[in-house]
């Protein structure tokens, strides 16, 4: 099993900045990447952002530019370093590491932050 730990989430004023980290451990062999989730009220998740072990990165349109994945591979800690942020940020935020195992992909989630942008 996976255990991811998030942190970071809270509250800032539009143009603030604020930065998510999630820790994980347990069965962190064949990790294909790691990423971030946000769930708004009424809306489906959505990708934020996601990293792959190798370091390829992908962002969500609405964060380009504003928001940066990394990832510490020996920790196998992924932060979020969101910039500028916006209202329409406000979410609640999940950590998610996915892995292959017996040729399956398989997903696992953080409990969740939540971060609200105030304007």
């Known amino acids: 099993q996976v255990q991811l730990v998030e942190s970071g989430g809270g509250s800032a004023q539009a143009g603030g900045s604020l930065r998510l980290s999630c820790a994980a451990s347990?069965?962190?062999?064949?990790?294909?990447?790691m990423g971030w989730y946000r769930q708004a009220p009424g809306k489906q998740r959505e990708l934020v952002a996601g990293?792959?072990?190798?370091?390829?990165?992908t962002y969500a349109d609405s964060v380009k530019g504003r928001f940066t994945i990394s990832r510490d591979n020996a920790m196998n800690t992924v932060y979020l370093q969101m910039n500028s942020l916006k209202p329409e940020d406000t979410a609640v935020y999940y950590c998610?590491?996915?892995?292959?195992?017996?040729?399956?992909?398989?997903?696992?989630w953080g409990q969740g932050t939540q971060v609200t942008v105030s304007s």
């Open positions: 347990g069965s962190t062999f064949s990790i294909n990447g």
């Open positions: 998610n590491l996915n892995r292959v195992r017996l040729g399956t992909l398989l997903h696992y």
């Open positions: 990293i792959t072990s190798g370091g390829n990165t």
